[in-house]
């Protein structure tokens, strides 16, 4: 993989490549953005860039030091990762010892610490050290999706990058080129928010699971029947809740959006669940279009509620069952 390969944050790629040219790449950068827009495949691709024997600006992908970077074989690359959902003390010691020690192959040793933010105060501390006098053929770049979870004196001495979510449109296309059809690609990249990882590896019968669960909660919506208590049925409280909340709820917002455009009997062509459309056409009179948008403004309240971290639970039981009556 190299910088093309990479969808989504251009202005990024566009700062490391003009780095790479000028031969001033930082000795520390902070990579930080949501998961799965590529923050470690691009922290992979520098280091390859830099001990490229081919090329400038990006990896070439074929000469012996890129392929043996791929192939996590390449001394002067390596890539620090949690274990037990914690980086230690030990595993920075052991990177400041190598870090002081001379390429062994390549250009620059580079080392990638994946999720900083899960540094032991200890690790940071430690860590600290190497920042302020870091050897000038090391480099250490750093990933985190909460820069405020790292000591504030370490991120203060990293250039920080800050990397965006992928738009759906990237997603959508990069889908299609994997072998999606249009239709798919368009659901699946409305539901991962912006995450390209989440979106390659989510299966279609895992989002078919979920349309039906928003299909049925609709139909409770527009039947009259207990919505509050069917969100109960359909949700716990364990790890996963809000996220599968915030799936669902989006489903059942383009669900929504869709009966509107029936009941205005133009637009079907832009209608996001097409499969749905004759059995939304059999309910489109039970609603009015006043109600039928409340009721979608009630549904995206909730859901950018979930966005700004406000209780699941909460919503659920005390939203639902106040404005709709069980």
Not at 44 to 65: F, G, P, Y
Not at 139 to 155: A, D, E, G, K, M
Not at 276 to 298: F, H, I, N, P
């Amino acid at each position: 993989m190299s910088f093309n390969n990479i969808i989504g944050n251009s202005r990024v790629k566009n700062i490391l490549k003009k780095g790479l040219k000028r031969e001033r790449v930082p000795n520390s950068l902070l990579f930080l953005g949501p998961g799965g827009v590529g923050k470690r495949e691009t922290a992979l691709v520098l280091a390859k860039a830099m001990n490229c024997l081919s090329k400038s600006d990006d990896s070439c992908e074929e000469c012996a030091n890129c392929r043996a970077i791929n192939e996590n074989k390449f001394p002067d690359v390596l890539v620090l990762a949690p274990e037990k959902d914690m980086i230690g003390i030990d595993e920075i010691r052991m990177l400041k010892q190598v870090a002081y020690l001379r390429p062994m192959v390549g250009k620059g040793r580079v080392f990638i610490v994946l999720e900083a933010e899960k540094m032991t105060e200890p690790a940071s501390n430690s860590f600290l050290k190497i920042l302020e006098e870091p050897p000038l053929f090391s480099h250490i770049f750093l990933t985190s999706r909460n820069p405020y979870l790292i000591l504030s004196t370490v991120r203060s001495r990293c250039q920080i990058l800050t990397f965006s979510q992928i738009s759906r449109k990237d997603i959508q296309k990069e889908l299609i080129n994997n072998g999606y059809d249009e239709y798919k690609a368009g659901l699946i990249s409305l539901l991962v928010k912006g995450n390209l990882e989440q979106a390659m590896n989510l299966k279609w019968e895992d989002v078919q699971s979920k349309r039906q669960r928003a299909w049925e909660l609709f139909q409770a919506l527009t039947g009259g029947k207990n919505a509050a208590g069917m969100f109960k049925k359909f949700f716990s409280s364990g790890k996963e809740f809000r996220k599968e909340l915030e799936q669902i709820l989006e489903i059942l917002i383009t669900l929504m959006r869709d009966l509107l455009l029936i009941k205005s009997s133009r637009g079907w062509e832009l209608l996001l669940n097409p499969d749905y459309a004759d059995k939304m056409g059999e309910t489109a009179g039970v609603l009015s279009v006043e109600k039928s948008m409340a009721y979608l403004k009630l549904l995206e309240s909730i859901h950018y509620s979930l966005q700004k971290r406000v209780n699941a639970n909460l919503l659920v039981s005390s939203l639902f069952s106040e404005i709709i009556p069980g």
